[in-house]
């Protein structure tokens, strides 16, 4: 079987999404036929070091344009190109309303806050036509599920397949005391100890302002040395969050790194005290789990699909509760025992998880829309 995969919508790799598909790629099976299609910028972006054919598409890069070839042209070039199904793996941005050749959409995003944020009428009709009519849905969580059938969208068929973690990057070891409080993590230098956030300065949903607000009470309670990491690309809300950070008692405490790559995000996570994640909108949540599997314990908000996918392992706290997540900040760097429990329960949780397991079910429902 041939399958095409789609690129679109994936923000050149610079994205959670374009994590996805940079993981999703890199663990397929060899017993099917995979051809990746997108922009011609991004021809090298998903397949560098991969023996995979990618097909680059004559499409300005804009989110009209892309959306305008999708509404008029992907169903005659996936004929033309002679797939069996197409994975599009920004199924919450991009996709066809009707298909000719059969397809999986997958949804990684919450499509409420999405449709919320300001789509214009026919991009959410495209989007909720497309989600009807395409033969399966991918949810990443339970939460995105239920939270497309909220959104008034009648799936044909919709399977939760979670995202998955890659092992050989994200896995527990001892950190080597060098005896500097400086750790070399590149392209930066970062003073320990510290705390991290690892998303990108999206929206409002993403409650780094409210982060910044714990910390800084934090700070002033305790007095401790700590750091607050911030690291993730520039958004539509970077400039609220910077403003923050610059007004904040605890300003010289507080680091910004705008894109981490992702390759080094392991000792980024390894070396810091804690990993606490306070987005409410979230349908994913992977950089828990990441940080989970360094062996690093974590804080996250009760909403979105992080109860679902922290389950027992994570201290939960209410975002909007600023006194309530410096609390928690205060007693997962404090409590020793909890510090244990969390670290132990969090590798246990994280190794549910693998991109083996998520290609693998991934394909699976590719042919069965075939069979």
Known sequence: MKFGIDTFGCDHGRSGQGSYLLSLVRSLPSDCEF?????????????????????????????????????????????KNSYDSVLYTAGARLLPSSFSVPGVAVVNDILSAAFASGEDAFARWQIKKGLSSVNCVIASSEYVREDILRSGISPRRIEVV????????FFPTDVLDSGGEIIDIKPFAIKRPYIIYASRMQSAEKKHIELIKAFSIFKQKTGFPHR???????GPFGEQVHKAAFSSTAASDIFITGYFPHENFPELYR?????????????????????????????????????????????????DDVEEMAFCIERIIT???????????????AADFSWEKTAQKTVEILKSTVE
């Open 162 to 169: 979670h995202n998955g973690i890659d092992h050989s990057l």
């Open 271 to 319: 070396n810091s005290e804690a990993c606490i994640f306070p987005s409410v909108n979230e349908g994913v949540g992977l950089p828990v789990l990441e940080a989970m599997a360094t062996g690093v314990p974590v804080a996250c908000s009760s909403s979105g699909a992080l109860r679902e996918i922290a389950g027992d392992s994570a201290l939960l706290f209410n975002s």
């Open 35 to 79: 051809e990746l299609f997108g922009t011609e910028v991004d021809r090298y972006t998903y397949t560098s070091d991969l023996p995979l054919k990618y097909i680059g598409v004559n499409v300005p890069d804009s989110l009209a344009a892309e959306r305008y070839w999708h509404f008029f042209r992907a169903n005659k070039f996936c004929r």
């Open 228 to 234: 607050l990491v911030i690291a993730g690309s520039e």
């Open 335 to 349: 409590d020793r025992a909890l510090r244990k429990k969390l670290i132990e329960s969090g590798i246990r949780r």
